[in-house]
Nanobody, 122 residues
Framework: QVQLVESGGGLVQAGDSLRLSCAPS????????MGWFRQAPGKEREFVAGISWSGTRTYYADFVKGRFTISRDNPENRVYLQMHSLKPEDTAVYYC???????????????WGQGTQVTVSS
């Protein structure tokens, strides 16, 4: 059973940066496509960014393009989401997820973490 553990969330001011980290445990996520999602109160979970196993393919939601960068370190078994120029509307619980093929729909992902809270004050 793969478990994913997110870290790095916190309370920041608008314009600040944060780096989220995702560490799977229980097994390696070799070959898995990894995604970051977020869910704000009263809203549906939405795709933020995804990265292929090789790291050569990345995909971003329009609302984070140019501000967020997804990356992965396979030898260290980590996936990261570097977030710059944070806005109050980025406030949400951020989730790391894993799936066997490239996809952006939350309901297709097989494994999820518990989430990490990101709060951006104005």
């Amino acid at each position: 059973q793969v478990q994913l553990v997110e870290s790095g969330g916190g309370l920041v001011q608008a314009g600040d940066s944060l780096r989220l980290s995702c560490a799977p445990s229980g097994r390696a996520f070799r070959g898995y496509y990894m995604g970051w999602f977020r869910q704000a109160p009263g809203k549906e979970r939405e795709f933020v960014a995804g990265i292929s196993w090789s790291g050569t393919r990345t995909y971003y939601a329009d609302f984070v393009k140019g501000r967020f960068t997804i990356s992965r370190d396979n030898p260290e078994n980590r996936v990261y989401l570097q977030m710059h120029s944070l806005k109050p509307e980025d406030t949400a619980v951020y989730y790391c997820a894993a799936v066997t093929h490239e996809t952006y729909g939350a309901n297709e992902y097989d494994y999820w973490g518990q989430g990490t809270q990101v709060t951006v004050s104005s």
